[in-house]
């Protein structure tokens, strides 16, 4: 199966910062999906991104804040704009195929 | 909207022990359903999954049916060790391969020896 690697893993940035996570799939998939999982909740998506097309989110997240690009088939980033204390989540890149989704180990980020 | 319902954590059993991990959902139409799981230090892996009504995932010893009448995806193991200590998640997509997963809030699962 594809291997999915993320990077950076964690990071601590200051408020008002941006951070840009990178996700890397070693083979061509059509979608990606990129999830938020704060301190003690389940995971939520963010949005789903496609090669060539904007990407599409979901109710209460909006590109402003997390812009996505996905410039070809196998990589994806996500930034967090503006960051505040209550961005600080792991952030999980992700790609599906007919047998279910794979997921990227994730990025810890913490906001001070 | 879709939503998944599970038992919170955390669960503590004793090896040996059967385990149940309940799961629901709220899905238009006939999702497909998952079983999470994350070691501790770990990614989130895929542990099992139906795509119909009856179907039956299993895999490590652990099984899900897909239950269309009550709705339900219940995780069992007949016989846990203390390498299942993880959280599980149950989730469900609309549509295999081209959607988002909505994942349940995770149940913290620990195994004493």
């Known amino acids: 199966s594809a291997v999915i690697s993320q990077k950076p893993s964690r990071d601590i940035c200051q408020r008002g910062t941006s951070l840009t996570i990178q996700c890397q799939v070693d083979?061509?998939?059509?979608?990606m999906f990129w999830y938020r999982q704060q301190p003690g909740q389940s995971l939520t998506l963010i949005a789903t991104?496609?090669?060539?097309?904007?990407?599409?989110?979901e109710s209460g997240f909006v590109i402003d804040k997390f812009p996505i690009s996905r410039p070809n088939l196998t990589f994806s980033t996500l930034t967090v704009s503006n960051m505040s204390p209550e961005d600080s989540s792991i952030y999980l890149c992700s790609f599906s195929t007919g047998t279910g989704a794979f997921f990227g180990q994730g990025t810890r980020l913490t906001v001070v | 909207g879709n939503s998944v319902t599970q038992m919170e954590g955390p669960v503590t059993l004793s090896e040996e022990a059967f385990l149940t991990i309940n799961c629901t959902y709220t899905?238009?139409?006939?999702?497909?359903l998952f079983w999470y799981v994350q070691y501790p230090g770990e990614g989130l892996q895929l542990l099992l999954k139906a795509t119909k009504a009856d179907d039956k995932g299993s895999n490590k010893g652990f099984e899900a049916t897909y239950r269309k009448e009550t709705t339900s995806f219940h995780l069992e193991k007949g016989s846990v060790q203390v390498s299942d200590s993880a959280v599980y998640f149950c989730?469900?997509?609309?549509?295999?391969?081209?959607?988002?997963?909505?994942f349940g809030k995770g149940t913290h699962l620990i195994i004493q020896p």
């Open positions: 083979s061509q998939v059509t979608m």
């Open positions: 899905a238009t139409g006939y999702p497909s």
């Open positions: 989730a469900l997509s609309d549509q295999i391969g081209a959607d988002g997963l909505t």
């Open positions: 991104a496609n090669q060539g097309s904007e990407a599409t989110y």
